[in-house]
C-alpha cells in the first residue's frame, strides 16, 4: 500500500549533490560592477587581483582593478575577491 519507488532517495541525493556543485562554482566568483554603465557582472575571484583589467561585458570599457582606484565598485570587488581566495585556500 504505502510503497516508495526504490529510486526515490537515490533521485534526492543527487539533486542535492547537484545544487552543492553549482554552489561551490558560485562561490570562487565574484561580483563586479561596471565604472561606466554600473551594469553588474561576476568575474573568477583567482583572476580578480591588483593590476588586473577586463572589458565590460555590457559596454566594452575596460576596467581597472586597482586596491587604490577611487572608485568603490572597483575596490570592493578586489575586497571581496580577497575574502573569497581565502575562503578557498583555507
Ligand atoms: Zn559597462
Not at 1 to 7: D, E, K, L, S, Y
Not at 47 to 75: H, Q, T
Amino acid at each position: 500500500m504505502h510503497w516508495t519507488p526504490p529510486r526515490g532517495r537515490a533521485c534526492a541525493v543527487r539533486v542535492a549533490w547537484l545544487l552543492n556543485a553549482r554552489k561551490a562554482k558560485l562561490d570562487d566568483s565574484v561580483k563586479v560592477k561596471c565604472t561606466r554603465c554600473s551594469s553588474t557582472f561576476r568575474d573568477r575571484a583567482g583572476r580578480l587581483r591588483d593590476g588586473y583589467s577586463r572589458e565590460c561585458p555590457n559596454c566594452n570599457v575596460l576596467i581597472f582593478f586597482d586596491s587604490e582606484s577611487s572608485d568603490a565598485s572597483v575596490r570592493k570587488a578586489l575586497t571581496e575577491a580577497r575574502r573569497v581566495r581565502n575562503l578557498l585556500s583555507s
